[in-house]
Nanobody, 123 residues
Framework: QVQPVESGGGLVQAGGSLRLSCAAS????????ISWFRQAPGKEREFVAT???????YYADSVKGRFAISRDNAKNTVYLQMNSLKPEDTAVYYC?????????????????WGQGTQVTVSS
């Protein structure tokens, strides 16, 4: 059992930065694939970034070069550093957890989800 909890969202001006955190209770995250997804009102949930147990990272084209996912196993926490934020980044951001061997960009692959944290980027 893994229970992720997101934090760090808020309101930021375009061009600014935020760092989201995904902290887990229960099992440690070290052996899991951890991903961030986001969902804006009226839109489907979309993939943002993934970090594997081995530290490999993957990003949606829309955030490459601006976002960075990282993991601190000692704190059982995964981070999403978001830089150069744009209004189109506005969404609820969710942390999702799955075992290895998944298709990382598919929501259906993930067993555990956090409650989400709101990110709003003003024009």
């Amino acid at each position: 059992q893994v229970q992720p909890v997101e934090s760090g969202g808020g309101l930021v001006q375009a061009g600014g930065s935020l760092r989201l955190s995904c902290a887990a209770s229960g099992r440690t995250l070290g052996t899991y694939v951890i991903s961030w997804f986001r969902q804006a009102p009226g839109k489907e949930r979309e993939f943002v970034a993934t970090i594997t147990s081995g530290g490999r990272t993957y990003y949606a084209d829309s955030v490459k070069g601006r976002f960075a996912i990282s993991r601190d196993n000692a704190k059982n926490t995964v981070y999403l550093q978001m830089n150069s934020l744009k209004p189109e980044d506005t969404a609820v951001y969710y942390c999702a957890v799955a075992s290895g061997g998944v298709v990382y960009s598919r929501t259906s692959e993930y067993t555990y989800w956090g409650q989400g944290t709101q990110v709003t980027v003003s024009s």
